[in-house]
């Protein structure tokens, strides 16, 4: 009997300053804080329902680097939003796809450990007036 993989319980970020990346996450991408562990160098976000856990690397140990998409209603404006609370941007907001319904944006930005971030918004076409 094959398994089928449920929707994703938590994503796990190993960075190598969790005294840089807490107030990054927190106030700059302004996810809800869950908990910190300042003994043990961890702290837990929610990210829209799904944990973000976050935890400082071993020393001599390198910080993981995945790439996570952020689903926002509108990028421009999440991407004015960001800009203007420190996220440095790689560039604009960019089409990078798009069908006979809808298109795909993008923007990229990186957290302070150098993780690749990016918002993405999944535009419907409107249907004609007739």
Known sequence: MAT????IGQIHLSV??????????RD???LPLLFEVQAQKTVSFDCGGTPLYVEEAEPGADASHPLLYFRVDDIDEAHRHLQGRGAAFE?????????????????????PDGTLLALMEERAFLAAET
């Open 4 to 7: 089928e993989l449920g929707p």
């Open 16 to 25: 190598n300053d969790i005294a840089e990346a807490l107030p990054f996450y």
């Open 28 to 30: 700059v991408l302004r």
């Open 91 to 111: 560039g604009p907001p960019h089409l990078v796809d798009e069908d006979d319904t809808a298109q795909l944006w993008l923007a990229f930005f990186r957290d």
